[in-house]
């Protein structure tokens, strides 16, 4: 059988060899690490075998799917340890999730608390340590039930209730046979560090009526260095929970009339908002974008062509009656967008139009989904939509991919991947728009850009919107946790919807192509990201309170007042601290309030019309001309903005 | 009798003398223009006599009730000019309006056309100098009603229903009598110039079940130079339609599917936009102010709390019903501030806290009184609110003035006037909140501060709001039209209402002064203001394309590409007029487009590095190099912001 991989290099098998023996054939090395496969684009067990040509993926604990699949055989593993702890303990699922895994428990008479976590947590390990595999069995859906009818399991009984004969498999390894799909890793012994993280109350099928389950959450790692990592990283986010710093340093508020979901900036958060969107206007001008301003509403019929209605209701904030018609909140800035672009009429000499604006957009979230700023009703959006034709398309995706490098360099983000969704071909004409030509042509030149801009990317198929590929933007904070910023998105179909065209050299009418791009998203989840990923230090251009001043004492409030007047003409965001306290009291607060400079003056300070500067930190940075010093920090910001 | 006059002055007159012998005892010149008197705060005929110790105001065409006045006379005069060619017509009702009069007639088998205009404006004018007397005659219920019964005029008898006997006047000039509570001017020789405007149908009392009569308007003035001048500003106005200039201009659009009162900005108007923000947020930012940013919807209750619902309730867009809550638009942005002002917990040395935000604000306009930009139903506001305490009341006024002012100097305003509206001390408890001494101490800080920096006011009693008093801003454009841009607002009550207060030096709780104040009003309606005011010809800061770039063939498109590179690199807005057409040509569609520059390159240029420099309206600068040519407009901007 022919074997084709990722970089489409094909080697030939012996018909049945599993994934596993196809890594060995490659490396030893890469074997040892491979915990699933992919096979013509299903995952599946490494050890199974396979049959016939095949496009095959090994997934290690890089790819989102190994990291499931060993976190899926890790609940199994728990489960194995909690049953030597607990007889009689009955089981419900035992799903991986974003960070882990958790089984839902019935304990019976059994308790249990975060004390007993360690006992088990050694008891996983030494499980793990003999490396028990993973057997799948497929099973008559009689004998399944006759199994765990004698074993008393009403849980496993209700699950099988709904699968279908043919389709059932049991996984055993060691002691411990579940009811599973699989996938799973190839053995135990993969797992070498194990943490239980908490325990929480899960009622059965999530119904309040049901009886009351435990859900343990645990995560594993290949290795104990990565658990020592995660946990370090885990505290260090706990730190710097910008929810927490957030109204420390008096970033946002929620208010109960105002709204679950809505944050208002204070004063610091609105500097933070301005600085974002001078950047974003300066980069855009620059980019040759537009800038148009559009309403927050609009009526039904809008969100009719756009097919957003009534599909997408339920992500909407509910209509407003007026005058006989239903007004919404605007989801989204493209449609507002689309009419400019119409009402233009322009030529293909205008194209590309680049048309942005920091559109505020509301989206509904149910209330028990809302987390500070990263999952929000209100969302202030770095949109942009770029109208071109197909010849103008790689040139302006590249743009699009250049822009977030030079945003990524500013804010210090290293790490970083674009996730690139295709469509799937199978599906044309139902999850996707039907134009094959298009749909090749777009994903062609997108992915020749991202290879060409040397951009790390993942390709993920039948991942795309209806309308064409997408870009997710990940990107990792400081401390090594991941965020989705932004999405592109490619643009053939909607367009057409609005009837919106460009006249050609030949003076017919053409549809554009409509890229849509966000690269700082939402201040909202951008600034959330920000505070994380600078502890709130957030770099001096950047950072609400820019200087303060420490007079030595009340005689120097007058000359203090008039070092501030200085450096507001120099736009220089600053404050005097003219507390009747102690200055080694001012610079301890000041510190704690993560202000890059202090100017401590005083009587030598005075006379000589200087000011003692300080660094955030401690460095002392001598005395100087306030002028030196203003000047100094201008060239500061204008390094940090290049 | 003592008369007390708006200077405070006090005279004695032997009581039952007339306004107008009073007016005569000071001088015979001011009763030449006495068209009406205020007697104790009502408007009356200037020939009544004063009975008892009185205020007087003596109305000329200064102030808008002298002017009400005339035009009310002078639809009588044009009813007995309309009684004279029409036989057996018959009235309605006949108002003043804001500019001039109309007056609603049942011509029976009558026509009437706009070519019957000059002779009846004609006859006008014949009667006028008569100075036939506005005589005024009391009349019983039943006398009445036997007049116009005589008469045959239901019209008249409709009217006389719903009047209570013992307050039914008639007045009569020349040989027409009407039923009407007056006031009227002296005699019809006030009236020295008339223009009949235009006609249109009208159902008796606005239903269209009844029977339609014609509506004739028409406008009267005491010079007919002043009527010229009024004519020559309609025809500019007409020209200067903001509504026509800004569809050519692209500078905003309405689309159906947004909604009606809605507009779009398209680039262009996002560059004006864009410029006034950067203004605002420098100037603000000098000022000392904070920027925040809020959402644009809140709960029920935060309304309920104000007291806009139920009372505003029709002026605010329909609720959204979510998680059982109701969440309007906001129609204003105080209680998403006074939000932030409680959370930021300050102390008196904290204040003044000047929060702003350009904040949109949805209110509801009935569809049929929506016009262009001047009545929509989205308003971004150039919004701020100040805290501060009683002591700083004057100073924070006196800053919010000194801002007009800067702006008025900036966008070319010279004819403003400050509407000052007070509070009328018998309808404490009822109109206006009831604290007397807030209200003396606030109001004579309001004046003194008017008086002291010499802004021209005037001071109307019983205008206030509930919460305090307040200033519209009356500002005038080029051609002489009036406009209301922004209203101040002191509010001594909806701050104690959210319970926002500060800590005092004495540690105590104290509710602080709020002052609303919108020097730029709202995009909307200060841009419409601006086209018009501009006739489309932005001053060059404000211009969306401050210059065109020609190329006098495709030869030189790569030069005057590169002439654009430079432009943007000093933020100059500007584009390359790449059409093939002849440099004529090109010339004038850029005239046309009201560019304030064009630069012409050509060979000579190219070779130079240099640009021929062209100024809107046809001035030739000569040939110099771009960066010459860059500095040249950036200190014209310069000049222009100071």
Chains 1, 2 share one sequence.
Not at 280 to 307: C, D, Q
């Amino acid at each position: 059988m022919k074997i084709t991989f990722p970089d489409k290099n094909v080697r030939e098998y012996p018909d049945g060899t599993s994934s596993l023996d196809i890594a060995k054939s490659i490396s030893e090395g890469l074997a040892r690490n491979v915990l699933a496969a992919k096979v013509n684009g299903a995952v599946q067990d490494a050890t199974r075998p396979v049959h016939g040509d095949a496009t095959l993926e090994l997934l290690t604990w890089d790819s989102s799917d190994g990291k499931s699949t060993m976190w899926h055989s890790s609940a199994h593993l728990m489960a194995e340890a909690l049953e030597s702890f607990y007889p009689g303990i009955k089981f419900w699922v035992g799903p991986p999730v974003e960070n882990g895994f958790y089984y839902d428990v019935d304990l019976g008479d059994h308790k249990i608390s975060s004390e007993d976590f360690p006992k088990i947590e050694k008891k996983m390990i030494e499980l793990a340590r003999q490396n028990n595999h993973f057997v799948r069995s497929e099973m008559s859906k009689q004998d399944a039930i006759n199994y765990f009818h004698d074993k008393g399991d009403q849980y496993k009984l209700d699950l099988l209730e709904r699968l279908e004969d043919g389709s059932i498999t049991l996984y055993q390894q060691g002691k411990f046979t579940d009811l599973c799909r699989g996938p799973h890793i190839p053995h135990t012994g993969y797992i070498k560090a194990v943490k239980l993280m908490n325990l929480a109350g899960a009622y059965w099928k999530g119904d309040e009526k049901n009886k009351q389950l435990t859900r343990i959450y645990g995560i594993t790692f290949p290795k104990q260095k990565e658990l020592d990592e995660y946990l370090a990283m885990l505290e260090e986010a706990r730190k710097r929970d910008h929810r927490k710093i957030g109204k420390e340093m008096e970033i946002f508020m929620f208010d109960d009339e105002v709204g679950p979901g809505l944050p208002l900036w204070l004063p610091n958060g609105g500097a933070i908002i301005e600085e974002l969107e001078r950047l974003a206007k300066k980069t855009e001008n620059e980019a040759g974008y537009l800038r148009v301003r559009t309403p927050h509403i609009a009526k039904e019929s809008m969100y009719l062509t756009t097919g957003h209605l009534p599909y997408y209701a339920d992500s909407m904030f509910p209509p407003m009656e007026m005058d006989g018609e239903k007004y919404y909140l605007k989801p989204m800035n493209c449609p507002h967008h689309h009419k400019i672009f119409g009402e233009m009429n322009p030529s293909y000499r205008d194209l590309p139009i680049r048309l942005a604006e920091y559109g505020t957009c509301y989206r509904y979230e149910q209330s028990g989904e809302l987390f500070g700023l990263m999952r929000v009703r209100c969302l202030q959006m770095n949109d942009a939509h770029i109208y071109c034709t197909k010849e103008q398309f790689a040139d302006e995706f590249r743009g699009v991919n250049e822009m977030y490098l030079k945003y990524f360099k500013i804010f210090g983000i290293d790490k970083y991947v674009m996730r690139f969704s295709t469509h799937a071909p199978e599906k044309l004409g139902k999850k996707y728009l039907d134009n094959p030509k298009l749909w090749k042509e777009t994903e062609d030149m997108v992915r020749n850009v991202l290879i060409d801009s040397k951009i790390p990317y993942v390709e993920v198929a039948d991942e795309a919107a209806f309308y064409g590929p997408k870009i997710d933007v990940q990107v990792w904070s400081a401390i090594g946790r991941e965020f989705t910023l932004a999405t592109n998105q490619v643009d053939f179909g909607v367009p057409a919807r609005f009837g919106i065209t460009y006249r050609t050299r030949e003076n017919t009418q053409e549809t554009p192509i409509c890229i849509h791009r966000a690269p700082l998203g939402t201040h909202e989840r951008f600034i959330g990201f920000l505070i994380e990923h600078f502890a709130g230090n957030f770099p001096l251009w950047l950072n609400p309170r820019q200087v303060a001043i420490l007079p030595i004492s009340d005689k120097y409030q007058n000359y203090a007042q008039e070092v501030l007047r200085v450096l507001k003409n120099y736009d220089i965001r600053a404050l005097v601290d003219d507390r009747n306290e102690k200055i080694g009291k001012k610079i301890r607060d000041n510190e704690m309030k993560k202000i890059p400079f202090m100017l401590i003056v005083g009587e030598k300070e005075m006379e000589e019309k200087q000011v003692s500067v300080r660094k955030h930190g401690g460095q002392d940075e001598g005395k100087m001309s306030i002028e030196d010093f203003c000047r100094q920090i201008q060239n500061e910001i204008k390094m940090q903005l290049s």
